[in-house]
């Protein structure tokens, strides 16, 4: 049988398949990075209207950034098995288009176990709020392309 057809080994299920939190105990400290992002689609007079701060719910951006660093820090708290980490760095940023909103969530910590759930849960996070913010101008905007896309450790 090829290797690639075998069922994987997941990390966070013990022997008989039940739920645990991974021993990192002998892993060693070391920096590590990692950056999500997320994308909201929506009306271009959407894009318009949060550029020229015309939203009856204030400064969507700046909600949404504060919405995604708390949310990076709140991690562990909210997906079970994930461990409580030192966070050195969280920031949240945005880059419009015509019709979008690309939200890139960074966290870096010096710990044994990467920070790639805090990125994902920041981006997502900041994502909702934006979504929040902007609903009663836009009833089209799709959340979508929740991902990571960098992941580094030294």
Same mark, same amino acid.
């Given at each position: 049988?090829?290797?690639?057809?075998?069922?994987?080994?997941?990390?966070?299920?013990?022997?008989?398949?039940?739920?645990?939190?991974?021993?990192?105990?002998?892993?060693?400290?070391?920096?590590?990075?990692?950056? !999500?992002?997320?994308?909201?689609?929506?009306?271009?007079? /959407?894009?318009?209207? *949060?550029? +020229?701060? #015309? @939203?009856?719910?204030?400064?969507?951006?700046?909600?949404?950034?504060?919405?995604?660093?708390?949310?990076?820090?709140?991690?562990?708290?909210?997906?079970?098995?994930?461990?409580?980490?030192?966070?050195?760095?969280?920031?949240?940023?945005?880059?419009?288009?015509?019709?979008?909103?690309?939200?890139?969530?960074?966290?870096?910590?010096? !710990?044994?176990?990467?920070?790639?759930?805090?990125?994902? /849960?920041?981006?997502? *996070?900041? +994502?909702? #709020? @934006?979504?929040?913010?902007?609903?009663?101008?836009?009833?089209?905007?799709?959340?979508?392309?929740?991902?990571?896309?960098?992941?580094?450790?030294?």
């Amino acid at each position: 049988m090829k290797s690639s057809t075998l069922p994987l080994k997941l990390s966070h299920l013990d022997q008989q398949g039940a739920a645990r939190m991974v021993d990192v105990a002998d892993k060693p400290i070391q920096h590590r990075v990692a950056v !999500a992002e997320a994308r909201l689609t929506c009306q271009p007079a /959407t894009i318009r209207a *949060l550029k +020229a701060e #015309a @939203l009856k719910k204030g400064d969507a951006l700046c909600v949404a950034r504060i919405a995604g660093i708390q949310a990076a820090k709140q991690t562990p708290q909210l997906i079970p098995l994930c461990h409580p980490l030192p966070l050195n760095k969280v920031s949240v940023e945005f880059r419009t288009g015509r019709d979008f909103i690309r939200i890139l969530c960074e966290v870096a910590t010096d !710990a044994k176990t990467g920070v790639e759930m805090e990125a994902l /849960t920041g981006a997502s *996070l900041a +994502a909702l #709020a @934006l979504y929040d913010m902007m609903k009663a101008i836009d009833k089209t905007m799709v959340i979508e392309g929740l991902r990571v896309v960098k992941k580094e450790k030294r």
